[in-house]
C-alpha cells in the first residue's frame, strides 16, 4: 500500500512450488466428503486424499454499524484488498483518512502512509479503548506511542465508539461517533480483529471450538484423517492453558511446521500461544509477548509489574537511543507471564524475545535477578542497567 514492495514480491511463485513437486490447484474446494475421503472443486474436479490439512484462514470483521457497505469502507486481510486500498488512494480527492480501531495493523499502514507521502493526508485513528495497541500495551506504555504519533502528525482519538459511517451517493464521507461528533472522511479503514473461517469445516462435521475448528496439540481435528492450522484453528494459551485465538503470523508457520513434521513421524507438540508480537510506526517500535497487565487481572492473576527506562547503548557511546520495558509477573508463583517493549531502535525491541524464552522456561522474579547479558558499550546498555534485571530487583522489592 505504501508502494515499499511490490505484489510479486510477497506471495510464493507457483513454479517454485511446482519444482518442489507440488501440484498447485487454482480454483474454490466447493465440498469435502471425509466419509469416502474426497474433495470437489469448483471446476468439477476432484481428488482423493489419505491426508487433509486445512489451512482456511480468516476474514476481516466488519461491524454492523449504518454505512459499513458505502465505498470507501475498506479492510486489510490480503493483498488483494492491499491493492484496492491503494488504487482508491491514488484518487486526488482522497485526502481524509479515518481508521476505527487502533491495532497493530492500523498503526502500521497509518504510519506507512504517512512516512510515504509526508503532508498529503489527514489521518485520524479513532479507538474504543482507552489507548492505542490495547492488546500489546498497558496504558503507561502506550501513552508514550500516542504523544509520538500526535508529533508526527497522526490525530488519534481514545475512547471514542463510531456509531455510523456517513455517505453521500453511495460514497463514504465521514464517520460519526457516539458522542455525537462527526469526522470527515474520503476513506475509512476498518480494523477490529477477524473471524476464522470454519463454514468448510462445519460442513464437514468437524468439531469447532470457541475460537476456530478444534485442534490437538499435533494439528489432528476430531477426524483423525484431517489437521488444520493457521487462523482457522483454536489455540490454546501457553499460560492459562484455555482455548485463545491466536491469530498471528507466527502461531500458523510453526503449526504448518508441525503438521508436516507429524506427517513425516515425528510426534512434537504445539506449545500454545503467548500472542507475541510487534509493529513499528516511523521510528518507534512496539513489541509484546504474554499477558499485559490488565489482561493478566481479567483472567484471574494478582500482578506484580514493573517498568524499566533502558538505553541502546552505554550513555557515553554518541547515538544513544532511549526505550522501556515493562514485566508483569503473577504474585502468586513469581513466575513472569507478559512483556512490553517500547523502544526507538529495533535491536532493543527484539529483546522480548527474551522474555518470551523466559516465560516459556517458567522463570521467577528471583530468577531473572541474576540474568546477565552480553554487553558491549556499543551495542547495549552498561550491566548494571540490564532492564530485565532492574525490571525482577523492581518486582522483588514490590513483594516485600
Not at 507457483?14 to 474433495?39: C, F, Q, R
Not at 484496492?84 to 502500521?108: C, N, P, Q, S, Y
Not at 500472542?275 to 499485559?292: E, I, K, P, R, W
Not at 533502558?310 to 503473577?330: A, C, E, T, Y
Request: proline share 4%; hydrophobic share 40%.
Amino acid at each position: 500500500m505504501a508502494g515499499l514492495a511490490t505484489p510479486d514480491s510477497i506471495v510464493v511463485p507457483d513454479k517454485k512450488l511446482e519444482g518442489a513437486g507440488i501440484n498447485v490447484v487454482v480454483a474454490e474446494v466447493t465440498k469435502v466428503d471425509a466419509e469416502t475421503k474426497k474433495v470437489m472443486i469448483s471446476d468439477n474436479r476432484q481428488f482423493n486424499y489419505d491426508k487433509l490439512f486445512l489451512a482456511t484462514g480468516s476474514s476481516s470483521f466488519i461491524p454492523p454499524i449504518e454505512g459499513n457497505e458505502l465505498k470507501g469502507v475498506m479492510t486489510l486481510r490480503g493483498l488483494d484488498d492491499a491493492e484496492k486500498i491503494k488504487a482508491f488512494m491514488t484518487d486526488d480527492t482522497t485526502k481524509k483518512l479515518v481508521f476505527i480501531g487502533a491495532g497493530f495493523i492500523t498503526m502500521e499502514i497509518a504510519s506507512l502512509v504517512a512516512a510515504a507521502n509526508p503532508g498529503v493526508y489527514d489521518i485520524t485513528i479513532v479507538e474504543l479503548f482507552n489507548r492505542p495497541l490495547p492488546l500489546m500495551l498497558d496504558k503507561d506504555m502506550a501513552d508514550p506511542v500516542t504523544e509520538y504519533l500526535q508529533d508526527k502528525g497522526i490525530n488519534i482519538l481514545v475512547g471514542k465508539k463510531v456509531e455510523k459511517i456517513l455517505g453521500e451517493n453511495g460514497n463514504v464521507n465521514g464517520v460519526e461517533l457516539a458522542s455525537g461528533e462527526k469526522l470527515d472522511a474520503d476513506m475509512v479503514f476498518i480494523n477490529v480483529g477477524v473471524r476464522p473461517n470454519v463454514k468448510l469445516a462445519e460442513d464437514m462435521g468437524l468439531q469447532i471450538g470457541k475460537f476456530g475448528i478444534k485442534v490437538n496439540e499435533f494439528q489432528e481435528t476430531s477426524d483423525p484423517h484431517i489437521m488444520a492450522g493457521g487462523d482457522c484453528v483454536e489455540k490454546i494459551n501457553f499460560i492459562t492453558k484455555k482455548p485463545d485465538a491466536g491469530r498471528l503470523r507466527g502461531p500458523a508457520v510453526m503449526q504448518g511446521r508441525l503438521a508436516a513434521k507429524r506427517l513425516a513421524g515425528y510426534d512434537i507438540k504445539f506449545p500454545g500461544v503467548l500472542n507475541a508480537g510487534g509493529c513499528q510506526m516511523f521510528d518507534l517500535v512496539v513489541t509484546a509477548t504474554g499477558f499485559t497487565e490488565e489482561s493478566a487481572e481479567r483472567e484471574g492473576f494478582e500482578t506484580v509489574c514493573a517498568a524499566v527506562e533502558s538505553r541502546s547503548k552505554h550513555g557515553m557511546i554518541p547515538g544513544m537511543k532511549p526505550w522501556k520495558i515493562k514485566l508483569v509477573f503473577d504474585k502468586k508463583t513469581q513466575k513472569l507471564i507478559g512483556g512490553q517493549v517500547v523502544s526507538y531502535t529495533i535491536s532493543s525491541a527484539r529483546e522480548i524475545d527474551a522474555v518470551t524464552a523466559f516465560i516459556m522456561g517458567g522463570k521467577t522474579i528471583s530468577d531473572l535477578t541474576t540474568f546477565t547479558s552480553a554487553c558491549n558499550p556499543d551495542i547495549s546498555s552498561e550491566p548494571s542497567m540490564e532492564p530485565i534485571t532492574l525490571a525482577a530487583e523492581q518486582a522483588l522489592q514490590k513483594l516485600n
